[in-house]
C-alpha cells in the first residue's frame, strides 16, 4: 500500500472547508469531512456551480468514508463535521456509508459555550458512541494529536481547534485546522513536530477587521513555516478572495520554494467560486427560484458542473 495524501475540500477547489484523506501502512484517515459553500456572500446565495462543487466532494468524501479506518474532527464549525440536521449545501450524518459509526473517531473537546457549537459535538458523540474519542494531546499508532490551540489568536470568539500529526513513514504530515498563521506557540508545536508536508489554514485576508499587525504576524509565520519544512500547503480562509493567490505567489518568491494552495498540490486548476460568485452570476445567469426548486430536489446541477468554469 502507498502512502498518499488526498485535499478533498478547500476554497481553492471550489468550496469551504479542509478535508482531506491520508493513507499510511496500516491506516486511512480522513480529517474533517465536512462541507460548506458560504451561505450569503455579497448578499447572493451559492451559485449552481459552486452547488455543483459542493455535491462532488460531498460524493468523494463519503467515498473515502467507506474505506476509511479512522476519523478526525479538529472542531465543530459547520464547514468540518457532517450535520445532524443539514441543509441542502451540506454534509448529512444520515447520508453517511453504514460502516462510519464503527470506526475510530478522534475529535477535539466539546468544551464550547452551551449553544449550536456544543450540541454538534454532542451529535458526534453520540452518532459514534463508544468509538468517539477526545484525542488532544493523545498518540495512537502514526496519528498524534495536538492540545487544543487557538483558531486564528488567542482568546479567539471562534474558540480552537485540535491540530493532527500523521507518520507516513517516509514524511510526517501535519494538518493545521483553522490556525489562520495568527499564533506563535501554534506554529512552534508544528515545527517541533517536524513536518515534512503542511496543510494549514492561511490568515483570512478578506476580512477588512483583521488589523495590519496580525497580517504581519501571519506572514512572518509563514516563512517560518516554509523554512522548517519541505512543503507549504496554504488554504482554507486565505482563498475566500483574489489576494489569496496573490499572497502565495508573493510567500513563494520570498522564500524562492513553491507555496501551494491545494489545487496546486492535487495538480487542479485552481477555482475560487466563493471569491468569483458575483462574476458568475453575471457570466452564467441563475433562473429565478433556482435554488428554492433545489431545496425541494426539483432543481439540479447538471448543467452548472464546476469542470466547465474556465
Not at 472542531?75 to 468540518?80: E, P, R, S
Request: aromatic share 8%; charged share 25%; net charge negative.
Amino acid at each position: 500500500m502507498n502512502e498518499s495524501i488526498e485535499i478533498i475540500g478547500t476554497e481553492s477547489l471550489g468550496v469551504r472547508g479542509l478535508s482531506c484523506f491520508i493513507t499510511t501502512k496500516n491506516r486511512k484517515i480522513l480529517i474533517d469531512p465536512g462541507v460548506a459553500l458560504g451561505y450569503i456572500r455579497h448578499a447572493l446565495l451559492p451559485h449552481p456551480i459552486q452547488v455543483a462543487a459542493g455535491e462532488r466532494v460531498r460524493r468523494r468524501i463519503i467515498e473515502n468514508l467507506v474505506e476509511a479506518t479512522d476519523v478526525v474532527f479538529s472542531h465543530f464549525h459547520g464547514d468540518h463535521i457532517p450535520f445532524k440536521e443539514a441543509n441542502c449545501y451540506q454534509l448529512a450524518l444520515q447520508d453517511l456509508p453504514e460502516n462510519v459509526q464503527k470506526l475510530r473517531c478522534w475529535s477535539k473537546s466539546i468544551d464550547s459555550p452551551p449553544g449550536k457549537i456544543e450540541r454538534r459535538g454532542q451529535d458526534l458523540q453520540f452518532f459514534f458512541g463508544k468509538n468517539f474519542h477526545v484525542a488532544e494531546s493523545l498518540t495512537d499508532g502514526p496519528l498524534t494529536f495536538s492540545q487544543a490551540v487557538p483558531h486564528g489568536v488567542e482568546k479567539s470568539k471562534q474558540g480552537r481547534v485540535m491540530m493532527t500529526r500523521i507518520d507516513l513513514g517516509h514524511s510526517v504530515f501535519v494538518h493545521g485546522s483553522d490556525i489562520q498563521l495568527l499564533d506563535p506557540d501554534t506554529i512552534d508545536c508544528i515545527i517541533g513536530w517536524q513536518a515534512d508536508v503542511i496543510l494549514a489554514a492561511g490568515p483570512p485576508l478578506y476580512l477588512e477587521k483583521l488589523s495590519g499587525e496580525l497580517r504581519q504576524i501571519a506572514w512572518r509565520n509563514a516563512l517560518h513555516l516554509a523554512k522548517n519544512s519541505k512543503m507549504l500547503i496554504l488554504d482554507h480562509h486565505l482563498m475566500r478572495d483574489q489576494q489569496g493567490p496573490q499572497w502565495l505567489e508573493a510567500l513563494s518568491a520570498k522564500t524562492g520554494k513553491h507555496i501551494y494552495c491545494a489545487a496546486d498540490f492535487m495538480g487542479k486548476k485552481p477555482q475560487l467560486l466563493e471569491a468569483d460568485r458575483t462574476q458568475l452570476y453575471e457570466t452564467f445567469p441563475v433562473r429565478p427560484h433556482w435554488h428554492e426548486e433545489y431545496e425541494r430536489g426539483r432543481a439540479y446541477t447538471n448543467s452548472y458542473l464546476a469542470e466547465d468554469v474556465e
